[in-house]
C-alpha cells in the first residue's frame, strides 16, 4: 500500500507537469464564425458545374450530359437529363449538353467520385462546406445553384502539391472525338 | 447596547460575506471551465459577455427559466431540504475565516472576518459533518434505489476522509496550541504552516478534495456522467443550487486551506503592511492558487475508483496522519 501509493504520488505530479505544460501553450480552437476556418486543398465541399474558361470552347459549359457522374455516384443522388445541342442553341462543345442536371446535396456524401468520374472535368467539388438551409426542396440543388460560384469562409493552406481543388485524373481531355 | 457596533456592522458584514460568497461560488464555476479549458488546450466560454464573464448569470437565468419539476413520489419537505442544507452548512464554514486585518470603514473600526471563535477549528470541523445532511438527504427523499445508493455512497466517502482531515488540522493544533484561527494565523508570521508542516499540507488537501466530492473522487455524483447518483431527480433551481454548492465548498475550502496553511492575510509581512487592503488582496491571491490547485488536479488525475478510494482513505491517509500527528508532537516536546 505505502509502496504504491508513493509510486501513484510520484505519477499524479508527472501528469500535473504535462498538464501544466499544455496550459501554456495557445489553444487550437478556430473562433469559426469570426475566424476561417483553415482547410487543405483537396477538401471536398460543394459541388460547382464549370465552364470553359479559356482555348477553343471559351463561354460553353463543360458537362456534355453523358451521366457518368450520375452512374458512379454510390448515394444515387445526381439527376441528368440531356439535350441535344442544335445549331442555333449550343451550350457545349460536341452533341450533348445537360438540360437538367439536380445534385440532392441530402443523400449527397461528398465522396467526390463524381468528379473523378467526369470525363470534362464539369462537375468539380470547391469548399463551400456551409450549407445549412431551411427546407428540404431547397437543398436539391439545381443546375442554376451549380453554377453559382462558391464563397467559402475558408483559408486553404498549402501542403506542397499546388492543387487546385479538382480532382481529375484524366488531364484537360478535349470531348470532340475529331479532336483527340 | 452599540446599535452601530454589535447589530449593524456584523449584520452588514454578513450580508456582504454571503453575497461575495455566492458569487464566488457562481464564477468558481466559470474559473473551472475557462482555467480546465486552458489544459486541454482550447478556449473556455467566451461569448456570453467579454471573456464569458456573464456566462455564471447565463446559467443561472436558465436554470430560473427551467420548469420545476416535484416528482410525485419524492417526500416533498425532505426533497426541497436537501439542497439547501447542503448549501447553508457552505455558506456558515466561512464565519471564522478572517480576510483582512482591522479597517477603518466610513470612521467605523470593522475586522475582516465574521467572528473570532476561540474553537474555530472545532467549528470547522463540525459544519463539515453538516454538509454530509444535505447530501444523504437528497438521496433519501429522492426515494429512488440509484439515488439513494449514490447518496450513501458520497456521504460514506465524506465521513470517512473527516478523519485524516481532523488529524492533519490535530497537528497544526499541537503546533500551535490554540483551536482559534486567528491565532493559528498569527503563528504564521515568520513562516506559513505549510513549511512546519508539508506531510499534515499534503494530507489535508486530499483529504478536503474528497470532501467536497471533486476531482479524482467524484465518483457519486459523476457515475454516468453527474445524473444517477443523489441528483438524479433534481432539476431547474435545486440542481443548480447543489452545483452551486458544490463549487461554493470549493471556494470556501481554498478559505481555509489558504489561512491555515498558506499564512492567510498576514504572511509575507511585508506584503501585508503595506496596506490595510493588501493583506486582502494576498489572501484572494492565495484563494485563487489553491483554486488554480483544484482545477490543475481535476484535469490530471483519472477518477477513482470507489472501494479504491475507501481503502486508500482507511488504510493509507489515516495511519499516515497518525503518523504525523505523532512525530509533530513528538517534535514539539523536544523543542
Redesign the interface.
Known amino acids: 500500500m505505502l509502496k504504491d501509493s508513493i509510486i501513484g504520488f510520484w505519477q499524479i505530479l508527472r501528469s500535473m507537469g504535462v498538464t501544466l505544460r499544455y496550459f501554456f501553450s495557445k489553444p487550437v480552437t478556430v473562433q469559426y464564425p469570426k475566424e476561417p476556418v483553415r482547410l487543405y486543398p483537396r477538401f471536398r465541399g460543394r459541388h460547382e458545374l464549370r465552364h470553359y474558361e479559356d482555348g477553343p470552347y471559351e463561354g460553353l459549359e463543360r458537362c456534355i450530359g453523358c451521366s457518368l457522374c450520375a452512374a458512379y455516384c454510390p448515394t444515387q443522388c445526381i439527376y441528368v437529363y440531356a439535350g441535344e445541342n442544335t445549331d442555333e442553341v449550343q451550350r457545349s462543345p460536341g452533341e450533348r449538353y445537360a438540360e437538367i442536371y439536380e445534385i440532392n446535396l441530402l443523400r449527397c456524401m461528398f465522396c467526390g467520385y463524381c468528379e473523378e468520374a467526369c470525363p470534362t472535368g464539369a462537375i468539380v467539388m470547391r469548399r463551400e462546406f456551409a450549407l445549412a438551409d431551411y427546407s428540404r426542396e431547397s437543398l436539391i440543388y439545381t443546375q442554376e445553384r451549380l453554377l453559382e460560384p462558391t464563397t467559402p469562409h475558408a483559408i486553404i493552406l498549402d501542403d506542397g502539391t499546388h492543387h487546385d481543388g479538382v480532382h481529375q485524373n484524366r488531364g484537360h481531355r478535349d470531348p470532340l472525338p475529331e479532336n483527340a | 447596547m452599540d446599535w452601530v457596533g454589535d447589530f449593524w456592522i456584523p449584520v452588514i458584514k454578513a450580508v456582504v460575506i454571503v453575497v461575495a460568497l455566492l458569487l464566488g461560488g457562481a464564477y468558481a464555476t466559470l474559473w473551472e471551465r475557462k ?1 480546465g ?7 473556455g466560454p ?1 461569448m456570453a459577455g467579454p471573456f464569458g464573464l456573464l456566462q455564471p448569470m447565463a446559467d443561472a437565468v436558465k436554470a430560473i427559466f427551467k420548469e420545476e419539476v416535484n416528482p410525485g413520489h419524492v417526500d416533498r419537505l425532505l426533497f426541497v431540504m436537501g439542497p439547501g442544507i447542503s448549501y447553508a452548512a457552505i455558506l456558515i464554514t466561512f464565519a471564522v475565516i478572517p480576510f483582512g486585518p482591522q479597517v477603518e470603514i466610513l470612521g467605523q473600526e470593522v475586522s475582516l472576518g465574521m467572528g473570532d471563535i476561540s474553537v474555530g477549528l472545532l467549528y470547522l470541523m463540525a459544519v463539515a459533518g453538516l454538509g454530509s445532511y444535505g447530501l444523504v438527504l437528497g438521496g433519501w427523499s429522492s426515494n429512488n434505489k440509484y439515488s439513494l445508493l449514490g447518496a450513501l455512497r458520497g456521504a460514506a466517502q465524506m465521513i470517512s476522509y473527516e478523519l485524516p482531515l481532523a488529524l492533519a488540522l490535530l497537528a497544526v493544533v499541537v503546533i500551535v496550541g490554540s483551536l482559534n484561527v486567528s491565532t493559528i494565523l498569527d503563528f504564521q508570521g515568520d513562516w506559513p504552516m505549510i513549511v512546519l508542516q508539508p506531510v499534515g499540507f499534503l494530507i489535508f488537501l486530499v483529504a478536503i478534495i474528497a470532501e467536497t466530492n471533486r476531482s479524482p473522487f467524484d465518483l457519486p455524483e459523476t457515475e454516468n456522467e453527474l445524473v444517477s447518483g443523489f441528483m438524479t431527480e433534481y432539476g431547474g433551481i435545486k440542481f443548480a443550487l447543489y452545483f452551486m454548492g458544490e463549487y461554493t465548498a470549493m471556494v470556501v475550502n481554498s478559505t481555509i486551506i489558504a489561512t491555515i496553511f498558506l499564512g492567510g492575510w498576514k504572511w509575507p509581512a511585508l506584503i501585508s503592511d503595506l496596506h490595510p487592503l493588501a493583506g486582502v488582496a494576498l489572501f484572494l491571491g492565495k484563494v485563487v492558487f489553491v483554486l488554480f490547485l483544484y482545477v ?2 481535476r ?3 483519472p477518477r477513482v475508483r470507489y472501494d479504491k478510494f475507501m481503502r ?1 482513505c482507511w ?2 491517509m489515516v495511519p499516515l496522519a497518525l503518523i504525523n500527528l505523532a512525530v509533530t508532537a513528538v517534535v514539539v516536546a523536544l523543542v
Open positions: 482555467i479549458a486552458r489544459f486541454q488546450v482550447r478556449y467566451n490543475w488536479i484535469t490530471a488525475t486508500f488504510k493509507f
